[in-house]
């Protein structure tokens, strides 16, 4: 079974509409990685609870980490469906590009998603809060926020693997 790209988004739009329906919160994923490091920061150091933004952010699990969660299984069980599962440590357009040395991967995954973390608390929401929630809400920050992602992801890949070149 193939996943249509418009199969996907239409199922990601209609999600979205049920967060707001049910919840009446927006769709975003990446509040649940900053409560799981409040967690571990809380675990370790109890007083660091009083901190401004662990008092407006609490760290605890909710229905942010139950979406992460959910993707995690919705991309497995897709996987599963389409015949497509494997595990791979590297995948071949990053081999192919880099090389297929394990611990390179791990550290490029590891700096590029603390990266992609900390811009996503500092522009006040992720990609998903923003290109999906925020320009469903007609944000014009989310819009921008959205463009650029798109900039920024089309630049990347061009630097990356020579796409346009």
């Excluded at 809400?137 to 921008?144: G, K, P, Y």
Aim: charged share 10%; net charge neutral.
């Amino acid at each position: 079974m193939d996943w249509t790209p418009y199969l996907a988004g239409a199922g990601i739009g209609v999600l979205s509409w049920l967060t707001f329906l049910l919840s009446n919160k927006p769709l975003g994923c990446s509040t649940a990685f900053a409560q799981t490091f409040g967690m571990i920061e809380s675990a370790i150091r109890p007083a660091s609870r009083e901190k401004p933004y662990w008092k407006k952010v609490l760290p605890a699990i909710e229905w942010q980490w139950m979406l992460v969660f959910g993707i995690i299984i919705g991309a497995f069980l897709s996987s599963v469906i389409a015949g497509e599962f494997a595990l791979l440590w590297v995948p071949s357009v990053f081999g192919d590009a880099f090389g297929y040395d394990t611990s390179f991967r791990i550290a490029v995954a590891l700096i590029g998603g603390i990266l992609m973390g900390l811009g996503a608390r500092w522009a006040g929401g992720c990609t998903s809060g923003h290109g999906i929630s925020g320009s469903l809400q007609l944000a014009v920050a989310s819009w921008i926020a959205a463009i650029c992602f798109f900039i920024g992801g089309i630049a990347a890949a061009t630097i990356t693997y020579g796409v346009l070149v």
